[in-house]
């Protein structure tokens, strides 16, 4: 009965190890899918920023309105140095050439907006260069 309870016990410990090494396998294979899929390229460019676009990843979302994901790089414009970086998920209406950040840094944004980019350099070219294929 004892060498019984043993042999039950070592097919346990097995199939544990087996679980374990099995799903460290599956969640370092998705980081990986994720980080391969991004492929920025630059849009726009001021004293103040660095704007960029994942052109790989733009999704029809409905009539006109597109998402996607950008890249904003601040920059001090005393010292051309890269202050801050900030990626987020938008959505753009090709048609009214409005926008919303759904999220920001991987933080979903519930209460987002349509805007207007009003005059901003950057957003303009990030919608003009998005919807161009739309």
């Not at 099995?22 to 994720?34: E, G, H, S, T």
């Not at 920059?75 to 050439?97: A, F, G, R, W």
Request: aromatic share 6%.
């Amino acid at each position: 009965m004892v060498k019984t309870h043993q042999k039950i016990k070592n097919k346990i410990d097995f199939l544990l190890k087996t679980l374990v090494i099995m799903l460290i396998i599956l969640f370092n294979k998705i980081n990986i899918v994720y980080g391969a899929n991004i492929n920025w390229i630059e849009v726009s460019r001021t004293p103040a920023g660095v704007q960029y676009l994942d052109r790989e990843n733009i999704h029809i979302k409905g009539k006109g309105i597109i998402e996607l994901s950008t890249k904003y790089l601040k920059i001090d414009p005393s010292t051309s140095k890269k202050i801050e970086e900030n990626i987020y998920v938008m959505n753009i209406n090709c048609l009214t050439n409005k926008f919303k950040d759904v999220s920001v840094n991987g933080k979903k944004n519930l209460t987002a907006k349509w805007e207007d980019p009003n005059g901003d350099k950057l957003l303009d070219d990030v919608i003009s260069n998005s919807c161009e294929n739309v």
